[in-house]
């Protein structure tokens, strides 16, 4: 997840792949959009001094969905190995 998670991110510009691979569809869509949005705005605004920031608005919600897909992983690993089924 983790790996999946980076690769995408920094080759697709694809926030929020970790969290649909593990099955938290809502968090990993949300993200996904909203990373496309701040990076269409961000380049398109960017001659304007707004972009930089929406930019590195992305950038951080990208290592948050890295952070966050890795913590969620854990969880669900733990609860699959406790109870033999998924947790979601």
Same mark, same amino acid.
């Given at each position: 997840?983790?790996?999946?998670?980076?690769?995408?991110?920094? %080759? $697709?510009?694809?926030?929020? /792949?970790?969290?649909?691979?593990?099955?938290? *569809?809502?968090?990993? =869509? #949300?993200?996904? &959009?909203?990373?496309?949005? %701040? $990076?269409?705005?961000?380049? /398109?605004?960017?001659?304007?001094?707004?972009? *930089?920031?929406?930019? =590195? #608005?992305?950038? &951080?919600?990208?290592?948050?969905?890295?952070?966050?897909?890795?913590?969620?992983?854990?969880?669900?690993?733990?609860?699959?190995?406790?109870? #033999?089924?998924?947790?979601?």
């Amino acid at each position: 997840t983790l790996l999946l998670s980076i690769l995408l991110g920094l %080759l $697709l510009a694809c926030c929020g /792949v970790g969290h649909l691979y593990l099955g938290k *569809i809502g968090p990993g =869509i #949300g993200m996904l &959009i909203g990373g496309w949005v %701040l $990076l269409f705005i961000g380049a /398109v605004t960017f001659m304007f001094g707004v972009g *930089i920031a929406l930019i =590195i #608005g992305y950038f &951080i919600l990208f290592i948050y969905s890295i952070v966050d897909a890795n913590k969620q992983c854990r969880i669900y690993n733990e609860f699959v190995s406790q109870n #033999g089924r998924p947790p979601w």
